[in-house]
């Protein structure tokens, strides 16, 4: 069985810059979700999609914004990149929702200079 | 609100001696409470949960975890650390009365073993 796959891996883009993330869910799994990992922030929730509708947002602007699809594959777009918004985006998907086990991708390196 | 305490951002053990790390949650509703595990430049890989039901966990490559409602900890242990145990490790806790809440995380804990 395919784990979360996330693409591309690592990102460099320059600030003003628009990014997109891409993520594809373990099959059979209809929530997927997103987190900012950053070494001062740690791990922050950013967003959950559950068949093709946001079902849970976290506290981030409103640059951040995301879909998902009838596959339930998800993207996470960030627009006007800022120097902040370098991290790590890790997406997870799961059966039902987040508080049930979920199992998480790679992630993607974003680096905004 | 939800949030973890996990104490000690940074644990370092002989190889071969216990491992313990630490976590301290606050849940106003009963928890779910997750410990996963991250390698450098890697995603987070599920190592236990508690969800209801028997209060010590066992999870994988060794480790388990005790959910103590009256001490709100979920601590992690192994009772022999090996070299390959050296990473980050992350306590979590979710709303147990519903499957559709954020994890929320803890700061994490560094392991290092020491051979």
């Known amino acids: 069985k395919a784990g979360v796959t996330q693409t591309p891996r690592y990102l460099i883009k320059t600030r003003g810059q628009q990014v997109t993330l891409s993520c594809s869910p373990i099959?059979?799994?209809?929530?997927v979700s997103w987190y900012q990992q950053t070494p001062g922030q740690g791990l922050q929730f950013l967003f959950e999609y559950f068949s093709e509708t946001q079902r849970n947002k976290g506290n981030f602007p409103g640059r951040f914004s995301g879909r998902q699809f009838s596959n339930s594959r998800s993207e996470m777009n960030v627009s006007t990149l800022e120097l902040g918004d370098s991290a790590l985006y890790l997406c997870?998907?799961?059966?039902?929702?987040?508080?049930?086990?979920?199992?998480f991708g790679q992630g993607t390196r974003l680096t905004v200079v | 609100a939800q949030s973890v305490t996990q104490l000690g951002s940074h644990v370092s053990v002989s190889e071969g001696a216990l491992v313990l790390l630490r976590c301290n949650y606050s849940?106003?509703?009963?928890?779910?409470l997750f410990w996963y595990v991250q390698y450098p430049n890697q995603g987070l890989q599920l190592l236990l949960k508690y969800t209801t039901g028997a209060t010590l966990v066992k999870g994988i490559n060794g480790f388990e975890a005790e959910f103590k409602k009256s001490e709100t900890s979920f601590h992690l242990t192994k009772p022999s650390a090996h070299m390959s145990d050296a990473a980050e490790y992350f306590c979590?806790?979710?709303?147990?009365?519903?499957?559709?809440?954020?994890?929320?995380f803890g700061k994490g804990t560094r392991l290092s073993v020491i051979a």
């Open positions: 979590a806790v979710s709303d147990g009365n519903s499957g559709n809440t954020p994890l929320v």
């Open positions: 997870a998907s799961s059966f039902t929702g987040m508080g049930t086990e979920a199992f």
């Open positions: 099959s059979g799994h209809r929530s």
């Open positions: 849940s106003s509703v009963p928890p779910y």
